[in-house]
């Protein structure tokens, strides 16, 4: 998506606002039907989907050089981090006609087929993808199934495209003025958009997709390739850029919480109360299909960076809610090191690389996407379990829920305010804390670590810093 936030496509496509708080089942292409989707199951998912830590990197802004080869060379340390799947945002050649910016956006290919040369060799990419299977991770790319750069290859079969009246290309919303259409209406367009999906799986060994703006292409279309796509690989995954519920049933594994994503972003930034949080949370999870996964995040490409929206603190408050609610939690380049260089338009279409050396003067940040990764690795409550949420004495504020999965019971804690909370969170029984160590770093047999263990045992009562996050487990 090539707005400057969600917030304003919502602005300038309000329908796309009512279906995210109405719960209608899609919009643009994807269906509109009245089927009651929250009776459907989603699609399986494999434990590894179920597991993931999906990391998304803009090749161009990764390194100075931009390129294949530098993300390759830094696979140790995501796999150190703890990254399962990594998601290369496109990764074809770029538009030069009507283009935005000095460079252009990466979501105005002229090639689906090609790969862009700035990044490397066919050559580079599969080393890459090999390094990464080599290391026990999987490997996404982003597909832009909406619309092509207005120089593009196809463009030599106009009826690939959407016409106005008078037979003239158009975008697919007037602010995206440097792509063109394509129109789902037309067959021959179907079948070379889905052969292609089925080259880059069969030919680079691919683990799956994530889909730019899915909803604006028709919901059967992403089911017909999908199927088609597991006759070669069954196996991969597949994030729907997009919330409804119609795309969870057979297409996709997983979506984007947008809704979740927009009101945590208000609760941060004192627009509204944290307890709005929970009333998102209920109402799609009353709309979604049984066992329906989510994606959930507090950066991407398209905001600007969770650290310049939310201060260094509640950024990491933010992330903390990412890694402890149900779903499959994502992060983006340079977050881990708490990177403040611009993201979104227009810096979307420049080079400005992550300035990596932030890690230096910003320790903890490093430290807590280490540590936070490790706990949620070791929990099957929060990897898998189901969600309960829990009253506290300032609900406008903070946040507290259990996540129970098996024999284990995890209860978080998070304080959506810079405003320091004492008070109490409805629980009984005893528990040990585990929350990860986000300050300076201390030796494993560190006395004060035993002493916050042993004296972390005192709920319900409950304090917090502002921006604060405290984590128990129940003891047996």
């Known amino acids: 998506m090539k707005y400057k936030t969600l917030h304003e496509f919502f602005v300038k496509n309000i329908i796309i606002l009512l279906v995210v708080l109405t719960g209608f089942s899609g919009f643009g292409r994807s269906q509109t039907t009245t089927r009651d989707f929250s009776k459907e199951n989603a699609r399986v998912s494999p434990d590894w989907v179920k597991d993931a830590v999906i990391y998304e990197i803009y090749p161009r802004q990764y390194s100075l050089k931009g390129d294949f080869n530098s993300i390759t060379s830094d696979l140790d340390r995501l796999k150190n981090l703890g990254v399962t799947v990594l998601w290369l945002m496109p990764i074809h050649p770029i538009g030069k006609e009507k283009s935005k910016g000095t460079i252009g956006s990466p979501y105005a290919v002229t090639d689906f087929y090609a790969i862009n040369p700035d990044y490397g060799t066919k050559a580079d990419l599969q080393k890459l993808i090999a390094e990464t299977h080599r290391r026990g991770m999987k490997i996404i790319i982003d597909i832009v199934a909406n619309h092509t750069a207005w120089d593009s290859v196809m463009m030599k079969n106009k009826a690939f495209y959407t016409q106005d009246k008078t037979g003239v290309i158009v975008p697919p919303v007037p602010d995206w003025a440097d792509v063109a259409d394509l129109n789902y209406d037309n067959a021959e367009l179907r079948k070379y958009m889905t052969e292609m999906l089925k080259t880059w799986i069969r030919d680079y060994d691919l683990d799956g997709f994530r889909c730019d703006v899915a909803g604006f292409v028709p919901t059967d279309f992403w089911e017909t390739a999908r199927a088609e796509v597991d006759k070669i690989k069954p196996d991969t995954i597949w994030l729907a850029e997009w919330e409804s519920p119609d795309l969870l049933t057979k297409a996709f594994n997983l979506d984007y919480s947008w809704a979740n994503h927009s009101v945590m972003m208000n609760v941060l930034q004192g627009n509204v109360p944290a307890s709005e949080i929970r009333k998102v949370w209920e109402a799609d999870k009353a709309k979604m299909p049984k066992g ?43 977050m881990e090191s708490g990177d403040v260089t611009e993201s979104g338009a227009p810096a979307l279409f420049e080079k400005l690389p992550i300035f990596w050396q932030f890690a230096e003067r910003r320790p903890e940040f490093p430290r807590f996407y280490k540590e936070m990764i490790q706990l949620r690795k070791n929990s099957t409550a929060l990897r898998r379990g189901d969600l309960t949420w829990l009253k506290n004495s300032d609900e406008a504020k903070v946040l507290t829920f259990k996540r129970i999965g098996g024999n284990e019971e995890i209860l978080v804690a998070i304080n959506l305010s810079n405003q320091p909370f004492f008070g109490a969170v409805e629980t009984s029984g005893n528990y040990e804390e585990i929350t990860p160590n986000t300050g300076a770093p201390l030796p494993p047999d560190d006395d004060k670590r035993k002493e916050k263990a042993a004296t972390s045992n005192g709920l319900p009562s409950l304090s917090l810093d502002g921006y604060g996050f405290r984590i128990f487990r129940r003891k047996s």
């Open 292 to 334: 329906a996964l989510r994606m959930r995040f507090s950066d991407n490409h398209d905001e600007r960076r969770a650290i310049a929206r939310f201060g260094e603190k509640g950024a990491l408050a933010a992330q903390a809610l990412v890694f402890t609610l149900d779903g499959v939690p994502m992060f983006y380049n340079g």
